[in-house]
């Protein structure tokens, strides 16, 4: 069972806009920077978002990340096939003294 | 380009040790915390341990400490991972990563699969 709490899977149709939300609690997310990564079937995951809310460079600005207290979200605009894949968040746990991941979320785009 | 090539998976039967190693190219090591992380088939990622620049520093996941040894040659420009007393539940693809900023990795192997099974 993972420390960060994640939807198992979300889905939406192409154009629209989906969120994906990261639950977790003041000794990681509520005090220490949240990042997102997506993963396509097959391959290593890429890195999107950082420091809660920064860009990777070349990560399209339809995604975007925010953060309150001790919940992250990811959210996703103009959604494509190609962003069909699994998104974990990530973040450092200070009581743990490990970096934690969420469960993952399956993003289907109908 | 930035490249991190991990090596040194395969089939070893519990209780037994393997070694991996991460080559990276096109930066240099030396400037960078790195990271080994895991997914089980089919599962999510987590992570497994980290060793600062230099190397004096390392810290590992509760369900490896004891088990695996990290440690990195920056003059090779080499990251390893010393796994032993292997168990089935540390049968995985383990990546090795590039740290932004502790949980942001920038660069991520393509990955090495261990497989822990008589």
């Known amino acids: 069972q993972s420390v960060l709490t994640q939807p198992p899977s979300v889905s939406a149709a192409p154009g629209q806009k989906v969120t994906i939300s990261c639950a977790g609690s003041n000794a990681n997310i509520g005090n220490n920077y949240v990042s997102w990564y997506h993963q396509l079937p097959g391959t290593a995951p890429k890195l999107l978002i950082y420091d809660d809310t920064k860009r990777l460079s070349g990560t399209p600005d339809r995604f975007s990340g925010s953060k309150s207290g001790t919940s992250a979200t990811l959210g996703i605009t103009g959604l494509q096939t190609g962003d069909e894949a699994d998104y974990y968040c990530a973040t450092w746990d200070s009581r743990l003294n490990e970096v934690v991941y969420g469960g993952g979320t399956k993003l289907t785009v109908l | 380009e930035v490249q991190l090539v991990e090596s040194g998976g395969g089939l070893v039967q519990p209780g037994g040790s393997l070694r991996l190693s991460c080559a990276a190219s096109g930066f240099s090591i030396t400037n960078y915390w790195m990271h080994w992380v895991r997914q089980a088939p089919g599962k999510g990622l987590v992570w497994v341990s980290r060793?600062?620049?230099?190397?004096?520093?390392?810290n590992y996941a509760d369900s490896v400490k004891g088990r695996f040894t990290i440690s990195r040659d920056n003059a090779k420009n080499t990251l390893h991972l010393q796994m032993s007393s292997l168990r089935p539940e540390d049968t995985a693809v383990y990546y090795c990563?590039?740290?932004?900023?502790?949980?942001?990795?920038?660069?991520w192997g393509q990955g090495t699969l261990v497989t822990v099974a008589s």
């Open positions: 060793i600062n620049p230099d190397g004096s520093y390392s």
């Open positions: 990563v590039r740290d932004l900023n502790i949980a942001g990795a920038d660069y």
